[in-house]
């Protein structure tokens, strides 16, 4: 076999504390290796071509390049050697960047290890074999999982790029968090006239199915093919009959409902339309209250309805969607700030969340876009706003910056001096990230404008007195402590994973960070993917985002999934399980220890094999090491292939002394 | 004001043995001033207790161990309830505190002597005698005044007893002092 | 319950002076409910805040002296003490000496070393868990309705809630709870928490003018008749101070300060010498007819 080996400088990073010179020229004395060098940037358009050219000239059968992580640049090479007319499984990779020169300093040891790995490179190489990727069809279905901005927009841009989208939303409208807000910022436009056409265009479209009020129950298979189960919850109420009239609703006589779009400062119905512009405007019945449900007694709403859509024993129903693909768009939920004692644990009525103060702000909101506290309905006089509650936290675990919290809170400054020209707002905040397009600028605004006072510095306690609350906090910057007396108080509560974002996760068999964030499969370079094929992120699943960020997510999630199935087949990854039938005895150990269901039961002549589903093994090689036989194998992490790597390292002389 | 020199002014030792003997590490401060904010006594600091901890972050061993804060807090743990990072405010400003005793610093005269005088009080007796406490404090001090207008009170409620509860391990709590004394610091 | 919850019991020096009335009182109470105190053999002072001071090490000795004499005692499933410092130096010497380093130097500090630190808790926290809201609210025979009482913790009985380890550190309740099962009112009181000038009423008795002073203020605001306290010396500079709160804020303040066993004690029907309610410098008279006569007038 003819070898050719690469070792990289990557400028200084790894040319800096490993003698790559000396890595090339004692690897090059391995036997198989016809030809070995350095190169200033492997991955590079000129360091490509050497390698392409070394092949022609050398008539090399394979390539072994030791640089960086796999992770990155495995498929670039990849795609070099087959350029250059090789099979591209015919190219290993030697790590000696992350594995080598960024953890050790000493250029000795360096030297030897990187020695070492591309090694072990090479005698994995000998063993290599050509391997043949298999091509299968595409559902070009996708679906989208989560109804606010980002989902929204992720499901627009595919639906137009003529794909057929399910969209899958827990609650009984889409919409999102955008939906509650009342303005945006910069530019203090009206939220729900932005999103709200938005909203109708999902609705309309001829390539979009809804399903509101559902909730993914499991996910098989694979990118391509994946069977996705929905559970459908009772609505109580026929949707394909309901026009969303609202006729129930007026004369419910269960009111006391917890009205969760309007953040529970008000009641609603048992039956009832979460807010006017709902998508889908379907009314739907909370059975914890529902008098008939409850009591078996009322039925006004069954008497009512015109089109006779009450389903008082309407069960959860589970669909299977096929789809090929998958978007993520889960969001955040808020941080339960009653865990601050501190600011009354939720004990003060009139200390109350940012997105409560949205809805009082809105004009669909409960109290028609009148500021009032909820305690008396008074108009306020002072109103302080308390940022980083449950952000940059680490005694609440929550050490990080939720992101959009100093906009949001300028934001309800300025509206508040809109509403109520003789207020005066105070700010409390730790610092004001503002790096956006416009952002610093209208913060800005807030304090040159509209009067706003801020006070740099956290707040330490809220307590009431007389009618009004005590605030008292810190002003870093005069180097002292200040109190002030206010009338409403709203926390800036961050964002945190939604609930239930890790069960999802572990549908989708994605990972997800120890908050319950999604993770990308590269922080700067795949955003969108993650590390499962197939699966997609949009918006703040994947960490705190504004709507500017969410809505390019989605669009960027979805040209993704244009890019996907674009082709009409996909490639499977050749390394996967594969039985040698001679040896295999039909024991089914492999069967029961696969993770993923991707080994059956054939029969072979009469006798009892196993055999590999090939799209839908994932390559763990779990089966392999559970083979009494040695039957099983997975595809370029042969035995032999793992015992020529431990050979080449073990017959190094140990001149290492173990300190 | 004056300008602080901070690569000449910087003292590592310092900040390295409050670090110890506190066993919190300073750089986990981001100034919030939620400790500030809390404080009960921020009103009768010379330095907030949030500005103490950023003058320990720049090692400014003089102005701290001199300022009168550090007498004037009560260890009331409301700092320490609070702060995001978890840092125990309150135990920083107890080992400042022992600093300055160490190096000679007192700047609350009057606290100083009344907890010295306590202290001589158990060492003496085994327990507080509260009675000789007063009539102590008020002589090193010469603060006739204190508290004058509660005596009558305080006697007519039999709330003051006029003889030391001696015990019989007095020795033993003596001792506790005498062999703390020859004991080596720790973080020294 | 079958056996008595039983502890160590460690009674700390006020209670032989300035606070004789809680110390009698809280005795009396856990008597009364079946908790067995027995006291520490020949017990010393915990150092209090001066000792902690100085160094951590002299302050966990002087508290460890008394740990080791608990030693000597059988059968006591911890140590209990009415006093929210001396608790706050039993437990953090005994959390601090985990660490077998700090707990080497603190025993070379003593005549007899500490084995095995006992748990300690207050008698606040004895009544609430061992005995129970509900328990003693069977067993109250002079019920106190009308009462309307400001329930104050102070700093460090719940603070910092590692050490602690008992109740919500910014919004307790356990003696709420207690109060209420005595049939009082317990007012909201948002200072429950918020420090009253601690033992800086001789040498800055401006601070604890201000800060007992803001107490009072809040609580008469609220509506307290009365106040109940778990701490000596929280009791101290809102009752025997009192009058220098008036006369530094020339407020008219007349709110009685009990120990909260005080109140116990009343509604238990205990004896009234053993309650020591003569000892309050704000006479509680008033506030206590002026509830019987709310509930009178009610009934
Ligand atoms: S609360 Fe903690 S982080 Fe904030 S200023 Fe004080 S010590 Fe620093
Ligand atoms: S412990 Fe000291 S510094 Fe901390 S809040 Fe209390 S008095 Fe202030």
Redesign the interface.
Known sequence: MKIGVFICHCGSNIAGTVDVAKVAEEVGKLPDVAYSTDTMYACSEPGQEGIIQAIKDHNLDGVVVASCTPRMHEPTFRRTVERAGLNRYMFEMANIREHVSWIGKDKESNTQKAVDLASIAVAKLTQDRPLIAKKFGVNKRVMVIGGGVAGIQAALDCADGGLEVVLVEKTATIGGKMAKLDKTFPTVDCSSCILGPKMVDVAQHPNITLYANAEVDSVKGYVGNFEVAVKKKATYVDWTACTGCGLCTEKCPSKKATDYFNEKIATTTAISIAFPQAIPKKASIDPEYCIKITKDKCGVCEKLCPTKAIRYDMQDETVIEPVGAIIAATGYDLFDYTRYGEYGGGRYPDVITSLQYERILSASGPMAGHIKRPSDGKEPKNVVFVQCVGSRDKSVDRPYCSGFCCMYTAKQAIQTKDHLPDSQTYVFYMDIRAPGKMYDEFTRRAMEEYGARYIRGRVAMIYPKGDKYIVRGADTLAGTQVEVEADLVVLAVGAEAAKGASNLAEKLRISYDKYGFYMESHVKLRPVETNTAGVFLAGSCQGPKDIPSSVAQGSAAASKVLGLFSKDELESDPQVASVDIKRCVGCGKCIETCPFGAIEETDFRGEPKANVIETVCQGCGVCTSTCPQGAIQLQHFTDNQILAEVNALCQQPLVTSFE | MHTINLTESFDGDFVRKIEC?SEQNVSLC???????????????YDI?V??VMRLLQAGQKRTLLSCKSLW?C?????C???????I?V?RIM??L??EA?RQGYGS?R??K????T??DS?KRH???F??GL?VE?IAR?GRFW??L??GP??LS?????FKP?S????A??E???E??QQ?KE?CA | MSSSPTYAYYPGCSGQGTSLEYETSSRAVCEALGVVLHDIPDWSCCGSTPAHTVDHVLSAALSARNLAQAETLTGVEGIATPCPSCLTNLKTAGRRMLDPQFKERVNSLLDTPVKQPLPAKSVLQVLFEDVGPAALKERVVKPLAGLKVAPYYGCILNRPPEVMEFDDCENPIAMDRLLEALGAEVVPFPLKVECCGASFGMPRKDMVMRLSGKLLDVAEDNGAMAMATACPLCQMNLDLRQSQINATSGKQHNMPVFYYTQLIGLALGLDKRLLGLNKLCVNPKAALQAAEQATAGAA
Not at chain 2, 80 to 86: H, M
Not at chain 2, 157 to 161: C, M, N, R
Request: charged residues 20%.
């Open positions: 003997e981001y100034q919030c001033g939620n400790c500030t904010a809390g404080c009960p006594y921020t009103f009768a907030p949030s500005q004037l009560a260890t009331c743990e409301s320490t309830t609070r702060c995001p990072n978890n125990d309150a107890d080992v505190r022992h005793r609350e009057s606290v002597v009344f907890w010295d306590f202290l158990v085994g327990r507080v509260e009675m007063a404090y001090t204190t508290d207008e509660l009170a305080m409620k039999g709330k003051l007893a509860h015990i019989q391990g007095q033993e709590v001792k506790i002092f062999r703390f004991q720790q």
